[in-house]
């Protein structure tokens, strides 16, 4: 066992859970306002017909055994929602616990067909905005104090400022 150096340090760490992806996770996020709900974002191009696929994934941390069983106190991974799409390069969770959608938390996706998605946490697609038809969009962050601005960049070597419009007030 190595020296502890650090509050943070990761000595003789183990693997509680694994899952099996699908396709190849990419990024993974916790939700800033839950201990137990994250998302992980996965991407596959496939040479031969170029096509991209992908998905979002939700899933919660849940206790895996009853109390007294030999799981008892372990940790599992509970999968609550999937989203397919062209693949997710980044995710990023609306910064404000008390702003939500139908009671949900919700993220912003950057994905590999060059569009911006809001996914609730329950899996429900919000908005998608398309800013690039032939690049990928590979991150993507809400607006510091400012919760209707986004900033992403991509493969055409740009960055895009998106005003996202509050839709909540109309009627």
Not at 49 to 66: D, I, N, Q
Not at 84 to 98: F, L, N, Q, R, S
Not at 104 to 114: E, H, P, Q, R
Not at 144 to 155: E, F, H, I, N
Request: net charge negative; glycine share 8%.
């Amino acid at each position: 066992s190595s020296p502890c150096h650090h509050p943070m340090a990761l000595p003789d760490a183990k693997t509680e859970h694994e899952v099996t992806c699908k396709l190849c996770p990419d990024v993974v996020e916790w939700c800033p306002h839950s201990t137990e709900l994250l998302a992980w974002g996965t991407y596959e191009h496939i040479e031969a017909s170029g096509e991209r696929c992908g998905a979002l994934v939700f899933a919660t941390v849940e206790e895996a055994g009853a109390s007294g069983d030999e799981t008892s106190g372990r940790f599992c991974l509970k999968q609550q929602a999937e989203v397919p799409t062209a693949g997710v390069y980044d995710i990023a969770w609306h910064p404000d616990a008390a702003r939500t959608v139908d009671s949900n938390w919700f993220v912003v996706t950057a994905c590999a067909d060059g569009a911006l998605r809001l996914v609730g946490a329950d899996g429900s697609k919000l908005a998608e905005r398309q800013l690039n038809d032939d690049n990928i969009l590979t991150h993507v962050c809400w607006g510091a104090g400012d919760d209707s601005k986004l900033v992403t960049v991509g493969q055409d070597g740009g960055l895009h400022l998106v005003q996202l419009e509050d839709c909540r007030d109309r009627k």
